[in-house]
């Protein structure tokens, strides 16, 4: 027993080690802090989706593990063609042998880096196109979201599952099962190869893997808790600039810097903190398992040297010069993969998180959704009418309550009221972004529930509130949709709605360039590029809503003066809060409260002397004391 005396106390050195780390797994525990990425969907759930985007690619990995079976060649191979040149070099000594055996093993190599470069790139691409079929069905599904859905999902959260969690999920495919089949199949290899070398040798490295498997268990959960802490900083910087960035205007105008700059240094330590936690956890990790490899090194050389030197044989099999120089070499290549397995779980768990998040975007209801039986609406007239409608955002709370008009094709009707009065509401129920609960909504006779919603809404021009320029040029946001339009057609649109005269006063014209929200361009000009998006399709119906509030007085005349034009190219509804936009209307509906107050021309609201009587005379009155 005496000469297993060193073996025993290596033995006990690393059962030490263990008990310290499994006390400190324990104390960690006792604090009872959230760990693991909180989950409502099974993994296995998970994973059979996934597998869904994965199966059609299954060409590709099948391609793929042909390729890293032929890498992982050199792995088994290499330790034995090394070992065998040192036998060489101890008999009689012939260099044909030695460059032989030199020449095998540089072909391997050779072979095996060709196939792991090959690996990379068809995994790359395989991972691409799992990735953009993912990324397309989560934008394809965001876009179908109705109204009410978009304005409870904040934006920055999609715009984080359409790229960072596609991203992580893609990672899975291309790196992290790639990895995990590897080292598998590495280690069982291996393990095989040392069997068949020397079963003494072998039984002494299992001895080790239980402490391995223990150390890398609990690392597990330490570096899970860091990588999440990193994850919630991250998320928690990121969240405070995109909040910051885009107020940074009323920040600098409330002078509220300093605050601000406080805040940021607190997350940006908080993140640092998080990242030196993280750091702390893989440097007590590493030389850990290192420290293990080291003493099964000791371990072997130990046990073999004692053998070769004594000529001892255990179960028939006698130990050689060359298979200690293999078992070092096997020893090595096995340690590496098990420490990159336990490391790489987490990576495994950040993109089940990843993936869990995307589902639940796509398994969110459409809140309006094509009826069934929808048809295209196909060519239209564009009457309107409001029967008996009753709607509101939220339970009973109604904001319109048994609104009823009528609009004939080509006619131009004006919403007028105070605001929350429901002007904005009608509008936005004509298009579908949300769905009424009582009455109906009829287009040339037909019920909207009937159409696609597709359909329906391409037959809009909508021109609203905020106008939403795009980041491109003047041009590509007149067009939007259709990119084979010519200029002098564009311009055509231009000039109808008065927005040639500042365009053609650019160096570049319609090429010149518009920053993100059109930042670049005064209110009135912005609303002059809208009408001219609007016009340029020529849609049956058109709406509206509040265009001429914070406009300078000379765009306000070119904006008037283009809206009597546009009125003529179809039906219109348009909310105005200058009435002198509106008198030439067909047909003025005063809203209050959700109903409707009272209905007419100009000149009958008028003699009527009603809210309509009072309203117009108050700007009537304001504007004359301006003048
Ligand atoms: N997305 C929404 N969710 C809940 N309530 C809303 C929403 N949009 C508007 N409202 C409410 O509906 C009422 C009518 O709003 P709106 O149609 O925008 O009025 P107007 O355009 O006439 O000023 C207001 O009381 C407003 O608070
Ligand atoms: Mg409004």
Known sequence: MREYLP????????????????????????KKEAIGFDRNVKDSEITKRLLKYAAPQWKSFLLVFFIMILSIGYDIVSPLIISGIADLIKAEFEMRDLFIRLGIYISILLVSLTCQYFQAIVLQKTGQRIISALRYDTFEHIEKLSHQQFSEIPVGKLVTRVTNDTNAVSMMFTNIFVNLAKNSLVIIGILIAMLILNLELTLMVLCFVPFIVIFSFIFRKFSRKAYRKVKDGTTDINTFLSENLSGMKITRVFDRKERKKAEFDKKNNDLGRAKRNQIFVFGIFRPTIYMLYISSVLALLYLAGRGYIYGLSFAGQVITADVLIAFYMYIQKFFNPIQTLAEQFNWLQSAFASAEKIFTILDIEPGVTDDEGAVDIGDIKGEIEFDHVWFAYKDENWILKDVS???????????????????????????????????RILIDGVDIRKFTISSLRRQFGQMLQTVFLFSGTIKSNIVLRDESLTDEEVWEACRYVNADKFISRLDDGLDHEVREFGNNFSAGQRQLISFARTVLYKPKIMILDEATANIDTETEQLIQDSLERIMNIGTMLIVAHRLSTIQHSDNIIVLADGQIAEQGTHEQLLEKRGRYYNLYTLQHRRQQLMS
């Open 405 to 439: 008009f009528k609009v004939g094709a080509g006619q131009t009707v004006a919403l007028v009221g105070p605001t929350g009065a429901g002007k904005t509401t009608i509008l936005s129920l004509l298009c579908r972004n949300y769905d009424i609960q009582k009455g």
């Open 7 to 30: 073996l025993l106390i290596v033995g006990a050195a690393i059962s030490i080690l263990a008990t310290s780390f499994i006390i400190a797994y324990a104390l960690m525990k006792d």
